[in-house]
Nanobody, 123 residues
Framework: QVQLVESGGGLVQAGGSLRLSCAAS????????MGWFRQAPGKEREFVAG????????DYAASVKGRFTVSRDNAKNTLYLEMNSLKPEDTAVYYC????????????????WGQGTQVTVSS
């Protein structure tokens, strides 16, 4: 089982940038496709970005495509999310999780989530 700790969130003005990190413990991080998800107040958790186990394939929600970039460093057991041109509607708690694709939709592989990292974008 992989344990995950998200970090890098904060308060930023619209148009600004943040880089989130997801540190994984355990020796099997490189075996998992990984995803970033987010949950805004009063809304359901939603998929943001996903990456295959070797980093060769990436996928994005339409709302972030062209602004966010997902990457991973398997040697460092770390997943990243570079977020540019941030908008107030990007405000949410961001989570990482082992993930899979089914029917072109990304799902978290388990029902357990880390503490997430808060991203707040002011207008």
């Amino acid at each position: 089982q992989v344990q995950l700790v998200e970090s890098g969130g904060g308060l930023v003005q619209a148009g600004g940038s943040l880089r989130l990190s997801c540190a994984a413990s355990g020796r099997t991080f490189s075996n998992y496709a990984m995803g970033w998800f987010r949950q805004a107040p009063g809304k359901e958790r939603e998929f943001v970005a996903g990456i295959s186990s070797n980093g060769g394939f990436t996928d994005y929600a339409a709302s972030v495509k062209g602004r966010f970039t997902v990457s991973r460093d398997n040697a460092k057991n770390t997943l990243y999310l570079e977020m540019n041109s941030l908008k107030p509607e990007d405000t949410a708690v961001y989570y990482c999780a082992p993930s899979f694709i089914h029917g072109s939709k990304w799902y978290a592989s388990s029902g357990s989530w880390g503490q997430g990292t808060q991203v707040t974008v002011s207008s």
